[in-house]
């Protein structure tokens, strides 16, 4: 992504390096039919990342001229690049040579890099090989000429001493990857019975040159102080490569250790504290009898398999040593013994290992070496680290309230909202006012974003592997987004999303974090939509598209903006050769998320969605002119050092981060100079487009216009593709629709049926009650008429009762009279017929009491028929309602039905 000049793949000769002597080729190994891509100024020397960046440039425009690289037996030699008349087309003394490496994304691609003092630039030259065992080769014969030759003979009366530093990273097999293992200074926390990568890099640092020719086997041993017999051989294959750094030669052993297949001691066993491990490697060195062994002592704590560590510390355990040698006059060929190998102890640095060859990669994220730190503290903020957020007061909150309660049209913004913006939207508001500001409403999102967003997930997609790769580099300083949190699957999903939708873009490194930062206020579809609207009507997509020539021209204005507000810094960036996309570049494609604590991240894009694409200039300068004292006082290394780690840092305190918003709200862009700028920027592109040959600007243009009509064609062909899947869908749906129809048709004729069935039941029912009621009422009627009667006949017999009671007792009163005047008035003699008379008396007595008692019983009985028949009457009365309520109960039943 870096402005730079890529010149033609014929290049011209460089007067300084070519011999104007006919090449002597009969000491150099030939190489044909390789594809000479061009070259291109590179900022750093042995920067892999940007040797991967030109090839990939490079690659895009070459054409198929094909030379033959003729490289030197041994390090006195050149690299020669011969056309097909075997004419020189460049040359390099392999002294010069720097750097070289295989592209990780074009295992066919390889590329060099060389030094030229006279200039001070460095050149990057790319070539392309049949297939990536071809390249391979090509490194290889570069790394061994290079090293051969470069031993010099040792005295035969002394001893000759070489010093070399020993570095020693590990990594582990987790879920079909490669990964580091977490790190403290002083050990390396493993997890049990998994598969461990052993790297070991011996730099030769002494000016004289030893060179090692191969490594005969990796040691492992449970002890600091071991004995020949604790050490374990690996029995996984040993690899050895061979390269060069600005310190000197350099040598890779990679080896791999299974410790469920071979075990080592207790080294599989968790572990409550560090256990001393030694591992070590036997090295043969050229003309020296006796291996040399490097042992490089270390920690192990072993943990469950299951056991995860979020934040990583990339600690690189080194040792110096000093191989002291011998002369040895038994063999002629190995002309010297080992004396001695002295080891020293350095103190643990983060890593800063740099592969040869980055095609034999350690897994995602190895191509970030951090520079060298002295202490933790000095280590970069992790992505995504949480620093307190402010809580906003009633006051706010009632003010943001209002504000969101007269906002009802989306296509308008409140004349106060750009004010309250910048002293912060409140946390609990943000996903509101972030759709607003994006111009989003929820009728939006469920008639057309959720319907996109579900069809653009369930697409193929071509970045699915990048994406993946990228979930655990993305804020693994937040918890919501650690390995097999809902934080990774919502971000593979919207990323996967979007990469089908903008096919054009795709994904691109960096995308990851903007989502991410997203996904921590809204649901996956709420976010997806506004993430589009970013890309598209904040025109952030631009940044991305083929060329990244809207990121040159932000890095130009940004370059621009700061000659003209502070010359100063400018000069002393000048001064350093430290380029804008250097410090920049993360900044604008992460929008300032990748780094920096995320209460500060949610303020910026507060300002980026109020105010628009011109943050990204405010936020910059206010981030330079706030650390101008700083950065004027270091130099290139200290300024790289100060931007990545400690200006993150420094904004861990709220007051700095409010200083900064401050300063970016007050930063002045002039719209009129920009413009300016821009016609500058695409001037100075057009004339070196001019500068190139015009065949070549032809073949440009046909190649972006082929390219074009192939995308184009892409997108026609997805277009026609979800026109026919939508016909093929639509007619599904109108066949469902129909065969809905016919149903319900129908049921509707059955339903019909069981109408009027239940219309001519609720006829028969309606004239059934009425009878019932008929019968009900003349029932009732009868029942009446036959109680009043009983109650005249229970009159008359009371009647007829009182009577006769009035004259029993008449009578017997009579009687008593009669039979005391008898008494009285008769003698003795006539005792016997009074007693007669008062006997039949008695009697007649006894007869009315018993017809007495027969008329009361009667009148008992008629009262009991009396209420018998009022219970019989209640009887019927209860089964006529219960009736009607039931069939009324039935016929509203069948009707609902």
């Known amino acids: 992504s870096k402005a730079r000049m890529v010149e033609a793949t014929e290049p011209t000769v460089e007067p300084e390096v070519v ?141 000759l001493e070489y010093d070399f530093e020993v570095s020693l990273e590990i990594l582990e097999e987790c879920n079909n990857e490669i990964i580091p293992v977490a790190q403290d200074k002083d050990l390396f926390k493993l997890r049990q019975n998994r598969v461990r990568h052993f790297v070991l890099t011996v730099t030769q640092t002494s000016s004289s040159v030893l060179i090692l020719e191969r490594c005969c086997g990796l040691f492992l041993a449970p002890s600091h102080h071991p004995q020949p017999s604790d050490f374990v051989l690996l029995d996984m294959p040993v690899e050895m490569e061979t390269g060069t750094t600005g310190r000197g030669p350099l040598y890779m052993v990679k080896g791999i250790w299974n410790p469920c297949d071979q075990p080592c001691g207790d080294l599989n066993d968790i572990s409550n504290g560090g256990r001393d491990v030694s591992i070590a490697i036997d090295v043969v060195a050229s003309g020296v009898v006796d291996p040399i062994r490097f042992t490089s002592k270390t920690k192990f ?12 510390s990339r600690y690189t355990s080194q040792q110096q040593f000093t191989v002291a040698l011998k002369p040895n006059h038994e063999d002629p060929h190995r002309r010297f013994g080992l004396a001695e190998v002295k080891a020293k102890m350095i103190t643990a640095t983060p890593s800063k290992l740099r592969s040869l060859f980055s095609g034999i990669g350690l897994g995602p994220g190895d191509d970030d070496i951090s520079d060298i730190t002295e202490s933790e503290d000095e280590e970069p903020l992790i992505s995504g680290t949480v620093d307190t957020i402010e809580q906003a007061s009633e006051e706010t909150l009632k003010r943001w309230r209002t504000l969101l309660e007269s906002w009802t049209d989306h296509s308008t913004r409140p004349n106060e909202l750009v004010k309250l913006s910048r002293k912060g939207i409140p946390n609990s508001l943000r996903k509101e006012v972030w759709l607003k500001l994006g111009g989003i409403s929820e009728k939006d999102i469920e008639e057309n974003y959720i319907y996109l967003y579900d069809e653009c997930l369930h697409h193929e997609c071509r970045h699915e592997q990048v994406i993946l790769w990228d979930l655990n580099r993305t804020f693994p300083g937040n918890e919501f987004y650690h390995e097999g949190q809902d934080g990774q699957r919502q971000l593979y999903h919207v990323c996967k999303s979007y990469a089908g939708f903008d ?51 932000k890095f130009f204005i940004l370059e621009k903006l700061l000659e003209d507000q502070m010359p100063d810094l400018w000069e002393h960036f000048q001064d350093h050769d430290l380029n804008t996309q250097m410090y920049a570049s993360q900044w604008f494609l992460t929008l300032f998320s990748a780094k920096f604590p995320l209460g500060l991240v949610f303020r910026i894009v507060d300002m980026f969605l109020t105010e628009g694409p011109d943050t990204l200039f405010k ?154 009621k008929n019968l009900y009422h003349s029932s009732l009627a009868e029942g009446d008429e036959e109680r009043s009667r ?32 008898v008494k009285a008035r008769l003698g003795c003699g006539i005792e016997g017929e009074v007693d007669s008379k008062t006997l039949s008396s008695e009697q007649r007595l006894r007869e009315l009491e018993l017809e007495l008692a027969k008329t009361k019983l009667c009148l008992v009985e008629a009262n009991c028929k009396a209420q018998e028949y009022e219970h019989r009457n209640t009887e019927l009365y209860e089964k006529l309602r219960n009736h009607e309520t039931s069939v009324i109960g039935q016929l509203k039943a069948k009707l609902n039905r």
């Not at 862009?669 to 300016?676: T, Y």
């Open 301 to 312: 704590k072993i943990y469950q398999e299951s056991e995860r560590f979020y934040l990583y």
């Open 503 to 553: 096919p054009e873009v795709g994904y691109c490194q960096g995308l990851s974090f903007i989502v991410a930062v997203l996904l921590l206020h809204l649901p996956e579809e709420k976010a997806f939509a506004l993430f589009t609207v970013i890309m598209n009507e904040y025109n952030f997509r631009d940044l991305f598209k083929k060329g990244f020539q809207m990121l040159q021209l």
């Open 19 to 159: 011999d104007e002597d006919e090449p002597n080729l009969t000491q150099s190994i030939l190489f044909d039919n390789l594809i000479y891509m061009g070259r291109a100024v590179i900022g750093s020397s042995v920067s892999n990342i940007e040797a991967n960046a030109i090839i990939g440039e490079l690659y895009e425009y070459h054409t198929d001229n094909k030379v033959t690289l003729a490289i030197g037996s041994d390090s006195t030699g050149s690299i020669i690049v011969l056309d097909k008349n075997k004419e020189v087309l460049h040359k390099d003394r392999i002294k010069t040579v720097l750097y070289c490496t295989k592209s990780a994304a074009l295992p066919q691609c390889f590329a060099y890099t060389s030094g030229h003092k006279e200039r001070g630039m460095y050149y990057c030259h790319a070539f392309k090989c049949k297939d990536k065992e071809v390249c391979m080769r090509v490194l290889n014969t570069m790394g061994s000429s290079f090293n051969r030759g470069l031993t010099q003979d040792l005295p035969s009366d002394g001893r």
């Open 790 to 821: 009983h109650k005249l006949t229970i009159q008359e017999y009371q009647k007829v009762c009182r009577k006769l009671e009035e004259q029993h007792e008449k009578e017997k009163q009579e009687l008593n009279l009669e039979v005391l005047e």
């Open 619 to 772: 936020i910059a300068l206010a981030l330079l002119k706030l650390s101008k004292s700083e950065l004027l006082s270091h130099d290139f290394e200290g300024m790289l050092k100060y931007f990545r780690v400690s200006l993150p840092k420094r904004f861990m305190n709220k007051k700095h981060g409010q200083k900064l918003l401050s300063t970016a709200s007050s930063a002045k862009i002039q719209p009129g100079k920009v413009a300016l700028w821009e016609a500058e920027f695409h001037k100075l592109q057009d004339e070196k487009r001019s500068l190139e040959d015009p065949m070549r600007q032809l073949e440009h243009q046909l190649k972006q216009s082929v390219e074009a009509n192939h995308r184009l064609e892409q997108e026609n062909d997805m277009l026609v593709q979800r026109l026919m899947l939508n016909q093929v869908n639509m007619r599904h749906q109108l066949d469902e629709l129909e065969k809905r129809n016919m149903d319900l048709k129908r049921d509707f004729s059955k339903l019909n049926t069981k109408y009027e069935a239940v219309c001519e039941s609720n006829d028969l029912l309606s004239a059934e009650i009425l009878k019932t």
